[in-house]
Structures are given as C-alpha cells and as structure tokens.
C-alpha cells in the first residue's frame, strides 16, 4: 500500500506532518521539491525558423493523374 504524507526537510532530518500510523517498520522514498526562488524560464517560441525552406507545389490543389477515373 503506498500512503503520501507531506513534509519538509530541515538540518538533515525529514519532519513529517502527521503520523503515519505504521504499525511496523516500512521502506520509504522520499522526493525533494524544488524551492528555488528563480524557477526555469519557458523559452518563447520564434515564429517563421522554416520560412523558405519549405515549398509546395504550384499545382498542390488540383486532382491527381491516378485519381482522374473515380471523379
């Protein structure tokens, strides 16, 4: 059974903030947050890198050759 209490950590020890009523002894893992006053900026996105790389055909729209019998 996993149970999730939260908590904090301070001079080397975990604190909990209630108990977490184990009868025995129990493995646990334990996951730091992060509490870094400067979290990572999201990197705006630039519009138009492709710009001329990419073409289409003049003809992009009109039917296929292959197709010509089904219209």
């Known amino acids: 059974m996993l149970t999730t209490i939260e908590g904090y950590y301070e001079k080397g020890q975990v604190i909990l903030k209630e108990d977490p009523h184990l009868a025995s002894r129990a493995e646990v893992i334990v996951t730091f947050l992060s509490t870094d ?23 992009f729209n009109e039917p296929l050759e292959d197709l010509k019998e089904y219209m």
């Open 37 to 59: 006053a400067n979290p990572p900026l999201h990197r705006k996105m630039t519009l138009g890198l492709l710009e001329g790389k990419i073409s289409i055909s003049d003809d």
